[in-house]
Antibody, heavy 124, light 110 residues
Framework: EVQLVESGGGLVQPGGSLRLSCAAS????????MNWVRQAPGKGLEWVSY????????YYADSVEGRFTISRDNAKNSLYLQMNSLRDEDTAVYYC?????????????????WGQGTLVTVSS | QSVLTQPPSASGTPGQRVTISCSGS????????VNWYQQLPGTAPKFFIY???QRPSGVPDRFSGSKSGTSASLAISGLQSEDEADYYC???????????FGGGTKLTVL
């Protein structure tokens, strides 16, 4: 059974740092690109960051570029999000999501598995 | 403000047909496939429709997706109370180099 379990959330002051982890099981992490998606309280989904299977390509949303760093350790079946210079507006539930894709003609991609999320609260 | 535009709410009575729209641009929906995610209250999102119209196993055939140009839609026929949830559309944006989501539509079964 595919499982994604996030951890590392908590209360942090503005300007502080936090490192989120996502433990993957039930599949081979090294075969998939992964993403972080967040959801502020009572708001919609916002994509945060993307990393390919071998970490060769990484993208960030403009809202976190330069402050957040995505990484992975396939040997440890883990995905990470290092969050620095945190702001009030970073308060959200953070989900990791596995990206499945079809790479033939007419390629397409989607998030087929999501973790349960970890809450990050930035407040003084 | 979300890159993809969805109505904030939709509603219908049991058995009715409801459609949720999702509007984008040439850099996202116009050039990439659209996915839909369902989020039940207090739970993580779940993938519901992928590649514009394909349903994963377990999603009833009452749900259907379509795409035309820079817009997409999710149709639900034979509305049931358990369909009450938030629905989000999403697509890759080649100009932003990232995934973009709609703001979400809260579906209420009256």
């Amino acid at each position: 059974e595919v499982q994604l379990v996030e951890s590392g959330g908590g209360l942090v002051q503005p300007g502080g740092s936090l490192r989120l982890s996502c433990a993957a099981s039930g599949f081979t992490l090294s075969e998939y690109s992964m993403n972080w998606v967040r959801q502020a309280p009572g708001k919609g989904l916002e994509w945060v960051s993307y990393i390919t299977s071998s970490s060769t390509t990484i993208y960030y949303a403009d809202s976190v570029e330069g402050r957040f760093t995505i990484s992975r350790d396939n040997a440890k079946n883990s995905l990470y999000l290092q969050m620095n210079s945190l702001r009030d507006e970073d308060t959200a539930v953070y989900y990791c999501a596995r990206e499945e894709g079809y790479y033939g003609s007419g390629r397409y991609y989607y998030f087929d598995y999501w973790g349960q999320g970890t809450l990050v609260t930035v407040s003084s | 403000q979300s890159v993809l535009t969805q109505p904030p709410s939709a509603s219908g009575t049991p058995g009715q047909r409801v459609t949720i729209s999702c509007s984008g641009s040439s850099s996202n929906i116009g050039s990439n496939s659209v996915n839909w995610y369902q989020q039940l209250p207090g739970t993580a999102p779940k993938f519901f429709i992928y590649n514009n119209h394909q349903r994963p196993s377990g999603v009833p055939d009452r749900f259907s997706g379509s795409k035309s140009g820079t817009s997409a839609s999710l149709a639900i026929s034979g509305l049931q109370s358990e369909d009450e949830a938030d629905y989000y559309c999403a697509a890759w944006d080649g100009s932003l180099n990232g995934w973009v989501f709609g703001g979400g539509t809260k579906l209420t079964v009256l």
